[in-house]
């Protein structure tokens, strides 16, 4: 039974793979043109990105190999959503990964890695009012503390040093959120 999916027409889905993660199907569609096709998409679960900030400035990031890039990378806490809310899973991963309990969670949005082919919603928070405690690593974890300033990370979003989509967006929506909160408080 074919179904709409905006301007394309699907006949049939072909599931190829699924897992916790991901779901990778395989459409048969008639595309806007009219003409016949397929269109592989992929649904990832969806997941949070956290960034702690401490009142200086000073934020942590994590830095830890990763299996598919094949080498370190520096991000924003970050993980997938599980029962709970992505309110309850940022402050999980945080808790997680590094250690950290926030009195303080705000939310910065939503952001997507690539809408073309890929579903994966990826929720956006700030973390104040920090407290640390001893980080809980997953056994596929081997994650350690990466300290720097937000200024310091902003630059290294810009000279692409850091590369994670989510973490780039969050630094630098971070970085405008406080410089507009800065800037209204001395109005």
Known sequence: MS???GPWTITETVEKHRDDFIEVHEDHVIRPDGEPGTYANVKLKAGVSVLPIEHDGTIYLTRQFR???GAESIEAVSGG???EDALLSARRELHEELGIEAKELISLGQMEMDTSIINSP?????ARQL???EAEQEGTES???YKTTLERATEMVLNSEITHSPS???ILKAALYLQRRKATAQQ
């Not at 990826?122 to 700030?126: E, N, R, Y």
């Open 3 to 5: 179904r709409k999916h």
């Open 67 to 69: 299996y598919a890039k």
């Open 81 to 83: 959503i599980d029962s």
């Open 122 to 126: 990826v929720s956006l928070f700030l």
């Open 131 to 133: 407290q640390f405690t």
């Open 143 to 145: 994650i350690e503390m």
């Open 168 to 170: 780039c967006v969050l």
